[in-house]
């Protein structure tokens, strides 16, 4: 298994950081590259990122976790996710796919109920809801994590 390094992102990272996130088609909105942790491999290279996304309703997103392709599988994004985790002081939230809910389940989240969602998520989770069902697209699942 290849061994990684874990940084804070720099304003150079802004655009590795801008194309995997297009690359793996997740939300491309509040990509500010300070909130950002990067890993990288020991020659430098660009290996997957992750953020924790504040809202405006107070509550904070567990966001943007993206491992380039080739590094999937090696541990880069437990890497992110486990040294996000340390650093919340509250609640934390995310938004997945359903086939994603095992993978964030072994770091403790659950699916939170209507209830638990904070009010940015809950609006975005209903519209997803409203065009998933008329597309026939999977509607992402909000999680939890205590």
Known sequence: MMRFTLRPARFRDIQ??????????I??????WRRFVVVETAGGDFVGCGQLKPHG???????????????RGQ?????????????????????CLPKM???????????????????????????????GSVTRRDVPVIMRLD
């Open 16 to 25: 590795s950081i801008r194309r995997l996130i297009w690359r793996v088609r």
């Open 27 to 32: 939300n491309i909105f509040g990509l500010d």
């Open 57 to 71: 309703d107070g509550s904070v997103e567990l966001a943007s976790i993206a491992v380039v392709e080739r590094f």
């Open 75 to 95: 541990g880069a994004a437990r890497l992110v996710i486990d040294h996000l985790i340390a650093a919340r002081k509250q609640p934390l939230h995310l938004m």
């Open 101 to 131: 809910v095992p993978f964030y389940e072994q770091f403790g989240f659950r699916t939170a109920s209507h209830r638990e969602m904070p009010s940015g998520l809950r609006r975005i989770h209903r519209i997803a809801h409203t065009v």
